[in-house]
């Protein structure tokens, strides 16, 4: 079945510092990646996703890479603010098949100092 | 995306008893998943709840001890079976978006056995 690691597990940033976080993944099929942030104690809300027939998706301070022949994917997030501190996690699917179930990474915990 | 409600959203059980959690989505939806986040840890999948037949469980995760129902399009059961201390974690359901098969997750219900 599908793996995906994540780096790093923790991560410190100034606020207004960029962050990168990254994942890879070991099935080839895999074609849909998420990231979803999930703040204490709440649910896992999902901030950007990318499909693998584009290499780079943008939404304002986020964006997604994809390298398909590496089969590793990355979030940036730019000009940091506190409010991004938060758990991040990647996942990877298969997702125009039977089988759209989500493998998730281990995390990396984001913190943002003022 | 639809809108994604779990009961309870918390509970305290004893040791051997089962607890039932619902899972209720305002819009018809084609998967709905259940997942376990235990306590600091990324999210694992339970099983894919499959409407009028039996669930797709995951390695590691058995009926006798997960019971699944998806009676219709809109709801989900989760039963967990015969309590232990290391069934305590949060459960949570997500559903699978009209809109590019993006997943969503409901608020989770957080799960302490005695």
């Known amino acids: 079945g599908e793996n995906v690691e994540q780096h790093p597990s923790t991560l410190s940033v100034q606020e207004g510092d960029s962050a990168v976080i990254k994942c890879t993944y070991s099935?080839?099929?895999?074609?849909?990646f998420p990231w979803y942030k999930q703040e204490l104690g709440k649910r896992p809300q999902l901030i950007i996703d990318?499909?693998?027939?584009?290499g780079e998706k943008k939404d304002q301070r986020i964006a997604v890479t994809l390298n398909k022949t590496a089969k590793h994917f990355s979030l940036h997030i730019t000009e940091t603010q506190p409010e991004d501190s938060a758990v991040y996690f990647c996942a990877a699917s298969i997702w125009d098949t039977g089988r759209r179930a989500l493998t998730f990474g281990s995390g990396t915990r984001l913190q943002v100092q003022p | 995306s639809a809108v994604i409600s779990q009961k309870p959203s918390r509970d305290i059980c004893q040791r051997g008893t089962s607890l039932t959690i619902q899972c209720q989505v305002d819009?018809?939806?084609?998967?709905m998943f259940w997942y376990r986040q235990q306590p600091g840890q990324s999210l694992t999948l339970i099983a894919t709840a499959n409407q009028g037949s039996e669930a797709t469980y995951e390695s590691g995760f058995v009926i006798d001890k997960f019971p699944i129902s998806r009676p219709n399009l809109t709801f989900s059961t989760l039963t967990v079976s015969n309590m232990s201390p290391e069934d305590s974690s949060i459960y949570l359901c997500?559903?699978?978006?009209?809109?590019?098969?993006?997943?969503?997750f409901g608020p989770g219900t957080r799960l302490l056995v005695l």
């Open positions: 997500s559903v699978e978006g009209v809109i590019g098969k993006t997943q969503y």
């Open positions: 819009s018809q939806v084609t998967m």
């Open positions: 990318i499909r693998s027939n584009v």
């Open positions: 099935d080839s099929a895999s074609n849909y």
